[in-house]
């Protein structure tokens, strides 16, 4: 999966290399620490395990039993002494039985171990689509991030350019040789960029809360 997540991001996004690798750490990050993933892989477990018992009850069936008695036997035979005594002899005797029985065919278990199969392939399936999830909100946060950082860039260049822009009016209009009107639309163009600059670095902090919180780790 990661190297499919890899193509797509390189062949989509135009990403180089090392932005590409640091996407599929991300997508580890969050594979570790999002509590989906955990319920996904519990309940395909789950599923696995009561498919296991189903099958264990269409197999046969071996039954073991023991027993303990205490058996008492007289001594007499052809000795009249003893005879006449009654003296008797005991001892214990163990047995032990074992039954191996298989249905010709139990169609309820039949029917319970195909139903529990379909309900391991739901689970399996929902493990699935969880994980592509994980990773479509992986790459969405993650080029939110890189676009929030191009948009505060291109900001930050506009504000230095609209801000030598300003200064280079103001003493020309010192000087008389540009009109009002000219060091006016400088004017709000710098305070234009200054907003725009404000809003970009707001946009940039919110991305990479949004990041940090489905990966569980802090974005530089």
Do not use: C
Request: charged letters at 20%.
């Amino acid at each position: 999966m990661f190297k499919i997540l890899l193509a797509v991001v390189l062949w989509v996004g135009g990403l180089p290399w090392v932005a590409a690798a640091d996407l599929l750490g991300v997508y580890q990050q969050v594979l570790e620490s999002d509590p989906r993933v955990r319920l996904a892989e519990l309940n395909v477990q789950i599923g696995e395990a009561r498919e296991q018992q189903v099958i264990a009850d269409l197999l046969p069936q071996l039954n073991v039993t023991s027993s303990i008695s205490t058996v008492r036997q007289d001594l007499e035979g052809n000795n009249p002494a003893i005879s006449r005594r009654g003296d008797r002899d005991s001892f214990k005797g163990e047995r032990y039985s074992a039954v191996l029985s298989q249905s010709l065919f139990d169609l309820p278990k039949y029917y319970n171990w195909q139903r529990q199969q379909e309900v391991t392939k739901q689970a399996e399936h929902d493990q699935l689509e969880t994980q592509q999830q994980i990773m479509l909100d992986v790459v969405q946060y993650y080029f939110k991030v890189l676009l929030a950082q191009d948009n505060l860039s291109v900001a930050e260049n506009e504000t230095v350019v609209s801000k030598a822009i300003l200064l280079q009016l103001q003493e020309l209009y010192k000087k008389q040789l540009v009109k009002i009107t000219n060091l006016m639309d400088a004017q709000a163009r710098s305070d234009l960029a200054n907003a725009e600059l404000l809003a970009a670095q707001t946009a940039l902090v919110m991305a990479k809360e949004q990041l940090t919180e489905l990966t569980g780790h802090s974005v530089q």
